[in-house]
């Protein structure tokens, strides 16, 4: 959504045998009674292709699961040649066969995961101008309604978007952004209805309730509205899947104008209006530079001008407050970000002036503005907590006195106001929304996350670890376990991580998680390096040439819970999605002795060969990242010696089961089904190598929120499968 529309008994293992849902019927023939074989798992064909790289050679057999179309097959999967179709179905089937055994547990936990949603639950209402906007959902629905009612009232509902209605008929249908024109007399929306992250935007007339004609086509899904609810901007999508122009048009229909292109294919491409919507900004940046455009609201057809040229290595993102800009900043050497301003009509940085200063460790994540107050979100060893500055310099702050939480400042849908909104929760504690008056200090609780089928925060503990890294660096481990649920070493552990782009991971609450807690497993969250739990240099002390910080600090917090007795080795499932997925991929081969079990969701495991493809949507702009093996010998050989799919070799594997999406563009399928090819023939255990690929999806899975729902159970399934090895069990 746009800015404006807020949006375990005595042990363990007794707990795992003794329940129900864990009591797995074997696999029998239903007319005789009798055990039945172990499927027998699908064969790739081999068809070796040699690639000659700055004088190394790899040789990858399993090239052809690529489809020289793939574009095409983004936007329509239905185009995917048939090898690799036939290829998929076989090895979907093979999956099912497998976990035959697991689809009674599969469903209960499903039910679970579905009797802790309010079915008919509806968002705290967030007002903008007359009205309050808000989403909302009926019994039974997969997908939310967006609405809005007259401010103050809670009747004279209308529905702006239902989008059941919208994915009607449709294998998959998501919403990206939505927005309300200034004015108020226009709803935009757009829909991705493939997985692909190709989106349409529609634009709906809020008087007459009809949608316009003329949607614009292949664009990201970010769009805005110029202040005078005239024009719309939008970002286009090219045939490569990448951000390349922003345009504008009259809202109603009419010429197009391109409003800037961006000539490097490495850089992403941002969009919207300023707090006080004087501005239209456009954002331009990677993972390490950035450079800002601006429009002034008043002129919505100007040429965009620029604040600051681009500088590799600076960051900077810029609001602006009524009478000065407000910049967050890495400039300066200010490793963990600063805030400082700067006047209207003089926003370069010669004229940048500190108004919050850096404080190494202490890592400003972001920053939103009312007319009197900036409010920002600091992150110090893996937590959070809320500062509130008034115009005069005062300080205060929003913490809480957990050891392991999330508070999240979801900011303000108006500018004039005081009122902000924030939400807390903890890996035991359902969400709270909170408005807060930042004048009188006042916060009003909204709403607190209601679980139908019940829930006791008392019933869990939540703990954090440090674990030591080989290089002495403490890496914080959050817990979540059952209270009855034994720290002696017998209780399976799903260890999760991700670990790269400075994404943290906070130890937030999920009803989910509850299906395997309460069946005696305690759920970990690694904070490795390689994200910014512990501010931008945890991030950059793994990325490029340092990136195997982020799989040794994994292997030691699964090391340190072994030895602080809340795990065994071989006892523990590993998972981690996207570029968590390499996570996974590259630790077990490191040290496959650890796991019982791997999820790699989505992995993106086949690293050399996507970091050379410049065509994939994602290559170029991630190679501050991760290195350019195209151009650089040195990067080629680092990333070579941890890359998942590469350095599979004969070894005793864990279970592993992988996911992917034919659509998507983030991950593309062949990865996961390559990595799977490969580690079949190789493996020396006679532990499962599973994929399963949605036909219908891409990088998010299942766009329903129920159907997503058993894309989770199917995961945690697998867990439990995995650590109690059922495959022994189920098959002769």
């Known amino acids: 959504m746009n800015r404006r529309e807020l949006i375990a008994s005595s042990a363990a293992t007794s707990l795992l045998a003794a329940s129900p849902a864990l009591a797995r019927p074997r696999a029998v023939n239903l007319t005789t009674g009798a055990r039945m074989s172990r499927p027998v798992a699908p064969v790739a064909k081999k068809v070796p292709v040699t690639i000659e790289q700055l004088g190394r050679t790899r040789t990858d057999e399993y090239q052809w699961m690529k489809d020289d179309n793939w574009q095409a097959v983004l936007r329509d999967p239905k ?24 689809l009674p547990l599969q469903n209960q936990m499903f039910e679970e995961m579905k009797g802790r949603i309010k079915e008919d639950d509806a968002s705290v209402p967030a007002a903008d101008g007359p009205w309050e906007y808000y989403t909302r959902y009926n019994t039974g629905d997969q997908h939310p309604l967006y609405c809005r009612r007259p401010r103050g009232r809670t009747d004279g509902e209308v529905i702006l978007l239902d989008a059941n209605a919208l994915a009607k008929d449709k294998a998959y249908s998501d919403v990206g952004s939505v927005e309300a024109s200034p004015d108020h007399n226009l709803y935009g929306y757009s829909e991705d209805a493939q997985g692909s992250e ?30 005078d609810s005239q024009w719309i901007f939008w970002i286009n999508r090219n045939d490569n899947g990448r951000p390349d122009k922003i345009f504008r048009r009259p809202v109603r229909g009419g010429e197009t104008t391109l409003v800037y292109e961006e000539a490097d294919e490495g850089m992403f491409l941002g969009l919207g209006r300023s707090s006080d919507d004087a501005f239209i900004q456009i954002s331009v940046a990677n993972q390490e530079t950035s450079e800002t455009r601006l429009i002034p609201g008043s002129q919505p057809t100007a040429t965009p001008v620029v604040v600051e040229p681009r500088v590799e ?38 004229n940048w002036k500190d108004l919050v200063a850096h404080t190494p460790g202490r890592y400003i994540e972001g920053f939103d503005l009312t007319k009197d107050f900036v409010s920002r979100q600091e992150r110090f060893d893996a937590n959070t907590r809320i500062v509130i500055r008034d115009r005069a310099g005062s300080e205060h702050e929003i913490a809480v006195d957990e050891p392991a939480y999330s508070l999240s400042l979801a900011g303000a849908s108006e500018f004039d106001t005081p009122t902000i909104r924030y939400t807390y929760n903890s890996m035991s504690t359902p969400t709270s929304v909170y408005d807060y008056d930042q004048k009188s200090r006042e916060r009003t ?7 139908p089928s019940g829930h006791n925060a008392a019933d869990y503990v939540v703990e954090r ?19 009855n649920t034994p720290v002696d070493g017998s209780a399976p552990v799903l260890l999760y991580g991700y670990g790269s782009y400075g994404m943290s991971m906070s130890a937030s609450f999920s009803t989910n998680r509850l299906s395997l807690v309460d069946r005696g497993f305690i759920y970990a969250i690694a904070h490795i390096r390689g994200g910014a739990d512990k501010g931008w240099n945890w991030f950059l002390d793994a990325r490029r040439f340092t990136k195997k910080n982020t799989f040794t600090d994994f292997i030691a917090a699964a090391e340190h819970l072994i030895d602080k007795n809340y795990a065994r080795a071989g006892n523990i499932v590993a998972e981690g999605r996207s570029a968590g997925g390499l996570l996974v991929g ?19 495991v086949d690293l050399i060969n996507t970091m050379s493809d410049t065509s994939l949507p994602l290559t170029p702009p991630e190679w501050p990242e991760w290195g350019n093996p195209i151009e650089d010998a040195e990067a080629y050989d680092y990333m070579w010696s941890y890359s998942p799919y590469d350095q599979i070799g004969p070894k005793a594997y864990p279970a592993i089961l992988a996911t992917g999406g034919l659509s998507d563009p983030r991950v593309t399928y062949w990865e996961p089904q390559k990595w799977v090819a490969r580690l079949r023939p190789v493996t020396t255990s006679i532990n499962p190598i599973l994929l399963k690929i949605n036909m219908e999806a891409g990088h998010f899975a299942s766009s329903g929120r129920f159907d997503y729902l058993k894309d989770i159970a199917l995961d945690y399934a697998f867990a439990i499968w995995a650590v109690n090895k059922g495959w022994e069990r189920d098959f002769a």
């Open 465 to 483: 670890l440090n674990a030591p890294a080989s290089d002495g660096q403490l890496v914080p481990v959050s817990i979540l376990r059952h209270k």
């Open 79 to 102: 185009l995917i040649k048939a090898d690799v179709r036939d290829h998929l179905n076989e090895e979907n089937a093979y999956r099912e066969a497998m976990m035959a055994s697991t």
């Open 198 to 227: 190709v989106f349409k935007i529609y634009i709906k007339d809020l008087v007459t309730g009809a949608v316009l004609p003329d949607a614009i086509d292949s664009a990201t899904g970010d769009f805005t509205f110029s202040p």
């Open 586 to 604: 590259a630790v077990t081969n490191m040290r496959p002795d650890l796991w019982a079990g791997v999820i790699g969701g989505v992995p993106f």
């Open 313 to 350: 290595a600076r960051l900077y993102e810029m609001d602006h407050w009524g009478d000065r800009w407000v910049i967050r900043t890495n400039a300066d050497d200010a490793m963990d970000f600063k805030i400082v301003e700067a006047p209207t009509d003089a926003p370069a940085k010669a």
């Open 445 to 451: 609780l909204r709403k607190v996350q209601e679980v």
